[in-house]
């Protein structure tokens, strides 16, 4: 069955460093997306991907985070200089062309210390 | 004003019975719902999703949609220990848009 996965699996990083979070969508989905969850809080969009460009950004998804699709497979969330607060899960989703289905992948914690 | 809430729960029920989570939202324009469940320190899995007004069943799980109300509930039929995790309400506006996400009712099936 088709998955989305993630790498790596855990990151630490210390405050101010740059980290890229990594993604493998779905093969034939158009859509993608990241969250976080903090712990013990709700899963929180951060931004979605559609042919190419972000279509829809949160709040949090400010100047130091950015995402790409650098080549026809992954998928890729950049955050510029960790702050303390971004410690949490990073999950990866993506659905089909039908937009309702939307799968996760496993997640990336990231620990900033 | 919260985009979709839940109640925190916990919420405890026996083996075999039927638990019950409910979930409303606040905006009108909401086109899709989504239940997934998620296990302590794994990522959201999907359990089912609805569009339309009435009732959907899938195996043990029946989604309720009342888009009058605001409304959309689970029901988990035969409930088993394995059955224990958060359950989380989403919401979606439009193909491509972000899903909200409640804060999720924590169930524990009791054996």
């Known amino acids: 069955e088709p998955e989305v996965t993630q790498t790596p699996s855990h990151q630490v990083t210390q405050m101010g460093q740059e980290v890229i979070l990594r993604c493998v969508p779905i093969?034939?989905?158009?859509?993608f997306y990241w969250y976080r969850q903090i712990l013990g809080q709700k899963v929180e969009f951060l931004v979605s991907?559609?042919?190419?460009?972000?279509?829809?950004k949160s709040e949090i998804f400010d100047d130091q985070f950015s995402v790409e699709r650098p080549d026809g497979s992954n998928f890729t969330l950049k955050i510029r200089s960790t702050k303390l607060e971004d410690s949490a899960m990073y999950f990866c989703?993506?659905?089909?062309?039908?937009?309702?289905?939307?799968?996760f992948g496993p997640g990336t914690r990231l620990t900033v210390l | 004003q919260k985009e979709v809430e839940q109640n925190s729960g916990p919420l405890s029920v026996p083996e075999g019975a039927i638990a019950s989570l409910n979930c409303t939202y606040s905006?009108?324009?909401?086109?899709?719902f989504f239940w997934y469940r998620q296990y302590s320190g794994k990522s959201p899995e999907l359990i089912m999703f609805?569009?339309?007004?009435g009732d959907k069943e899938d195996g043990r799980f029946t989604a309720q949609l009342n888009k009058a109300s605001q409304y959309v509930s689970l029901l988990i039929r035969d409930s088993q220990p394995s059955d224990s995790a958060t359950y989380l309400c989403a919401v979606n506006k439009d193909t491509g848009n972000q899903f909200y996400f409640g804060t999720g009712t924590s169930l524990t099936v009791i054996p």
């Open positions: 991907f559609y042919n190419n460009e972000i279509s829809e």
């Open positions: 609805i569009y339309s007004n």
């Open positions: 989703a993506s659905t089909g062309s039908g937009g309702d289905e939307q799968f």
């Open positions: 905006d009108r324009g909401s086109q899709s």
């Open positions: 093969s034939n989905h158009l859509y």
